[in-house]
């Protein structure tokens, strides 16, 4: 099984980007996906999650508004759209799944991808 992720950059306070998550190996039908990211010398944030079943999607406050996770069941691939972006969101972010929607929001996801570093200036 692999995720890859993809879709990072530098944008400017206000733009936007939409990371994509690609897996292989497995579908993820019945998973709950989702991203998280890290800035350095700071712990692995939450940042949003979805049912994959379901649809039910979960953000924390700070990118509640500003950022939507999306999914493609066909592509076997999940997005994060980020609007109206702040220095403060500058981190790599992962993707990541798991059965446990608990532990992809608490950073213990059995699957991660690789990182995709986005850096918002100011």
């Known amino acids: 099984v692999q995720l890859q992720a993809s879709g990072g950059g530098l944008v400017q306070a206000g733009g936007s980007l939409r990371l994509s998550c690609v897996a292989s190996g497995r579908t993820f039908s019945d998973y709950f996906v989702g991203w998280l990211r890290q800035a350095p010398g700071k712990e692995r944030e939450f940042v949003a999650a979805?049912?994959?079943?379901?649809?039910?999607?979960y953000y924390p406050d700070s990118v509640k508004g500003r950022f939507t996770i999306s999914r493609d069941n066909d592509k076997n691939t999940w997005y994060l759209q980020m609007n109206s972006l702040k220095p403060e969101d500058t981190a790599v972010y992962y993707c990541?799944?798991?059965?446990?929607?608990?532990?992809?929001?608490?950073?213990?996801?059995?699957?991660w991808g690789q990182g995709t570093q986005v850096t918002v200036s100011s």
């Open positions: 990541a799944a798991d059965r446990s929607g608990s532990k992809v929001v608490g950073g213990t996801a059995d699957y």
């Open positions: 979805n049912s994959w079943a379901s649809g039910t999607t």
